[in-house]
């Protein structure tokens, strides 16, 4: 197994400590934004190390390319999108605050994913339809790296998927935005151009997006090891167990605990800088 190490600006001092820490026998640089410590061994004191230099690190099997992998799959929110899509709709009725501790409730695993779409969504009945595209239009925006990793993994031949425990009217248009492949969320339900509070259909919660997951990986004749899954929560524990190499984004310990990798000083395209040039090595 190989270390690497990584940052959006990598300190040359923090490198150094970490090849000490971690008794390295050289330094081999990836790209701008990534090195391979060769002969690295897991210490103790290497996390801290990492973590105080403001790096990023992973463990990867030796000669790992971004061509083993055939799939990519995100979350949306708070992965892909730098927003919880719900906490901003239900701002518009003033209920930022509460939907918002339920939102953080359920990203901790403190309650279940289902209870908690439902009773956050009921508190949006009423709002028009219109809230959706306000969020959409002003207030959402893709987190750094996105367009970068999404671009790189099509050139590498991966097909992608975005799936949400969020809604339909989101990932549509972020699906046609940057291309992914597929495209899975929760579609609330409207009549008279006005959200009723409830959800159509079967909820998207983290069971139903390893189950997606799964379905595409064995629709493209994938093995689990040819899967790469993102998020930041713990509905997204499914999924990433689901997958050959889970990255846990920016994330709640509980997902953190699961992943292989977890990327805290970089951007999303950082996945991209663990295999070489372009996503490639």
Known sequence: MNLVVLAEDVDSVALKNVAKVSEASAIEQITTRSFRLVGAKPVEGLVAACAAGGLDHVWLPEGRQLRDFGLFVTDMDSTLINIECIDEIADMQGFKREV?????????????????????????????????????????????????????????????????????????RLKSRLGFDYAWANQLEVYDGKLTGKVLGDIVDGEAKAAHLEQARDELGLRPEQVIAAGDGANDIPMLRAAGFGVAFHAKPVLRDVAHCCLDHTGLDGILDLFGPGGES
Do not use: C, K, W
Request: aromatic share 6%; hydrophobic share 45%; net charge negative.
């Open 100 to 172: 918002a501790a339920i939102t953080e409730a359920a990203m901790q695993g403190e309650i279940d994913f289902r209870e908690s779409l439902t009773r956050r969504v009921a508190l949006l009945a009423g709002l028009p339809e219109s809230a959706l595209a306000e969020v959409f239009d002003h207030r959402l925006q893709l987190n750094p790296g996105a367009e970068r990793l999404l671009q790189g993994l099509q050139r590498a031949g991966i097909r992608t998927m975005l799936v949400s425990g969020g809604f339909t009217y989101f990932t549509e």
